[in-house]
């Protein structure tokens, strides 16, 4: 087993939490960031100021510690080093691993997964959103019963004081944080069953339906100001926005409007429990007659991103619905590197291709090609052979964009 430490410089914020990051490489096809950069941003994005990180190599996870304890001795001497508040691992630890690397290391620890769903709980906005964050706290702390840094919230400010979902069951018994997951999913279940509704009458009025789809920090909140002139919060951050957004697109080139719908990004080791939670949100595009796909192209990760994409889209149901393949981004690649033409096709899969824009949301480069694009979909006239639709529904599409669709509206 081998290893590699980088250090920060200190900050003189004493209201801020210092944590130190750990990755370990157990090989093999397990998904890896050698950088940790990933996860910094994450605990950024938390409110967290990262003190060091930590590589580990093993060919296996130590079921008592997950580093084993010779690296454990290490990580402690280092939180003592940086004077850290905690430590955050980047793979998921079990109840027992958090529970004895926390009295071995002498701090609060938290895994990937805790840091996700305490930053989805200090931005969910809408009720909705916030129901669909306390369910997926609730299941977790199921098995633990413990908040991330619950150790520090009685001794200085920090992410455990500033509120979020959840907050009220820290002390509660496995058998209250049961029933209180039973009424949250009760809960939930109306809020489905209202959101269905809704898009009921959306169909029933032959509005064409179109979703943004991708990974966190694609560019899918600012692509979407900028295509329907909305305000929706955009900021270089991961996970700025939970809360999804419907605007009416009005298509020159088709002469109506379609429905946009703003979706929650997605990341590398989404805790399968928060899919389950924000159900309700992904139908919007399981349910979507086109989902604008939109991708970092300047990201390094860019390839690895678009596969975790098409696996959550797969998860939720929505792999089969038509897309276009929306490459944001394309302003900071190098000059050498930019696309000549603005839009064109990509096979994805012997004898299915998808249609591809190069686009810059801020810059507002490409998106008259994506309309254009947008607007031929809902009109029918992509090359239906050219999107992956199952079984007949191509045909169908394009009959009923042709039997005298409401005006004002496409199909």
């Known amino acids: 087993m081998s290893s590699d430490v980088k250090t920060s410089s200190p900050r003189t914020d004493d209201s801020a939490i210092r944590a130190v990051l750990v990755g370990v490489d157990l090989g093999g096809s397990v998904p890896f960031d050698e950088s940790l950069d990933e996860l910094a941003l994450l605990a950024l994005s938390a409110g967290d100021v990262v003190a060091a990180r930590v590589i580990a190599r093993r060919k296996a996870p130590d079921a008592t510690l997950f580093v084993g304890s010779g690296k454990a001795d290490e990580i402690k001497a280092l939180v003592a080093q940086t004077g850290a508040h905690g430590v955050i691992f980047d793979q998921a630890l079990t109840p027992a691993q958090q529970r004895n690397l926390e009295r071995w290391l002498g701090v609060p620890v938290a895994d990937r997964t805790a840091l996700i769903l305490d930053i989805f709980a200090q931005r ?23 908040r991330r840094w619950s150790h520090l919230e009685r001794q200085q400010g920090g992410i455990g004081t500033r509120g979020g979902p959840g907050e009220a069951q820290i002390e509660l ?19 489905k069953r209202q959101r269905s509704t809704q898009r009921r009458a959306r169909e029933r009025r032959g509005v064409f339906r179109v979703s943004l789809v991708g990974y966190t920090n694609a560019g899918k909140s600012t692509l979407f100001n900028a295509l329907v002139k909305a305000r929706a919060y955009a900021a270089d951050q991961l996970f700025a926005t939970l809360d999804t957004t419907t605007r009416s697109l009005w298509l020159a080139d088709a002469g109506c409007s379609v429905s946009l719908s703003d979706t929650v990004g997605f990341i590398r080791d989404l805790p399968h429990k928060l899919v389950e939670a924000f159900e309700a949100t992904l139908q919007e595009a399981a349910e979507a007659d086109l989902l604008l796909h939109v991708m970092d192209i300047a990201s390094p990760q860019a390839s690895e991103q678009r596969v975790e994409v098409e696996r959550v889209l797969e998860e939720i149901g929505a792999g089969a619905v038509p897309q276009v393949w929306v490459c944001n981004k394309s302003d900071l690649l190098p000059q050498a590197q930019r696309p000549h033409q603005t839009r064109d096709w990509i096979e994805v899969a012997p004898g299915v291709r998808r249609p591809r824009v190069f686009v810059s949301a801020r810059q507002g480069q490409g998106l008259d090609e994506l309309r254009r694009i947008i607007a031929d979909a809902a009109a029918g006239r992509l090359d239906p052979a050219a999107i992956p639709v199952p079984g007949d529904a191509a045909t169908a599409a394009v009959d009923v964009v042709n039997d005298n669709p409401p005006v004002g509206a496409c199909r």
């Open 124 to 146: 969910a906005q809408s009720h909705e959103g916030k129901l669909q964050v306390e369910l997926a706290q609730l299941q977790y702390q199921a098995t633990r019963l413990v």
């Open 173 to 191: 018994d496995r058998r209250m944080i049961g029933q209180r997951i039973k009424s949250v999913k009760e809960r939930l279940e109306r809020v």
